[in-house]
């Protein structure tokens, strides 16, 4: 009640004298607006946002004692320039204003959130002084993550906001201060080539720590990225960024893959009869999750599967997510119940794309027997 009460008295007067005000909460964030549906659809948003910034960040520093004010504000009621602005009040209060209209875009407002959540983790991690050196990349890499995961179909955008031509160094790049400039898409590309190339998650994690609390991290990313063949020359960074770049922005070979080809590849990543765990099936590999090679195994298919879903036939997208789902609960740890249901998950989504398909193809037959015939 008095974290309720706190926030309250951080609301602009012009929304306290509304009677309809509406808010709704989470741990991290206190979403307030005059129209409950709004507030609700902002709040699932925002837990969206923590979750995806738990996979990099250290759950017990996002444990904040005083939560992120998200003020939904009409033209009416702005008094800032842009999209939406982030404050730091006394105490360690962080306010997130947004303009609330329809030009406000998915993509604009979980960076907006993510911004916010990195200045109020800083806050809480690294005291009053944190947001001085708190980098911008972060928020980039967190906000573009958990926009993808909503619209992953918007990932072939990905050139556009990067804009190559005006695309910063790597040094330039973690040095950006948030007070600097709005996040944009480069941050989530520096995640992405990290991804990409192979670096492990738990590195990530604490480069993406050491980043937060102020220091350089140009040196160990470099050791990180450099090839694994001991012949092989080392990369400067930035030759290792431009090759990334490169790589990720290459338009794909297909735009998207045929049902048949979608089917067979992701069974085949459902199977593990080619392999040395033969006899496990996907049921019996949760007990065997202690296993060091069956885990790597699983990271393997799952990065697979994360860098292909964007090709997967649309007939099977949800089949393809779902089986992501599930192997990302098997390596997170989860419980066994959560592993079950995403597993039921996946086994109805894959017959369901099965029935689509023969029924596509059997619409198709009818329609070629059709033409046939006149």
Known sequence: MLGGLMALALIPPSLQARDNLQSAGNSQFEIVGL???????????????????????????LQFPQRILVSLKAADYVDFEGDYSVKVANRGFVNLDLRWEESLTLRKTCLALAEALMVRYSIFNYGEEGPGFLPEWPASAIGMKAYLSL????????????????????????????????????????????????VERARIRNLMKQSLAGIDISGS????VQPTDPAAENLSLDDWWRASLTRMLRPPRELMESMESSRLWIGALADFSNTEFKDQNLIEMWDERENGE???????RYEILRLRILQVNPAYFNAARSLGALFETYLSGGRRHKYMHRLTAFLGDFEDSKVLEEVVAGALDEAGAKASDE
């Not at 129209?35 to 520093?61: C, F, K, M, T, W």
């Not at 906001?161 to 941050?187: C, H």
């Open 294 to 300: 069956l885990r790597k195994l699983i990271e393997a």
């Open 35 to 61: 129209h409950a549906r709004s507030v609700s659809y902002v709040e699932d948003l925002s837990q969206h946002i923590a979750q995806v910034a738990g996979r990099y960040l250290d759950s017990e520093g």
């Open 221 to 224: 990313l470099a050791s990180l």
């Open 151 to 198: 619209r992953p179909a918007q990932s072939r955008r990905l050139g556009n906001w990067l804009k190559p031509a005006a695309t910063p160094s790597v040094e330039s790049l973690l040095r950006r201060n948030w007070k600097d400039r709005a996040p944009d898409a480069n941050g989530f590309a520096l995640l992405l080539a990290m991804e990409q190339g192979g």
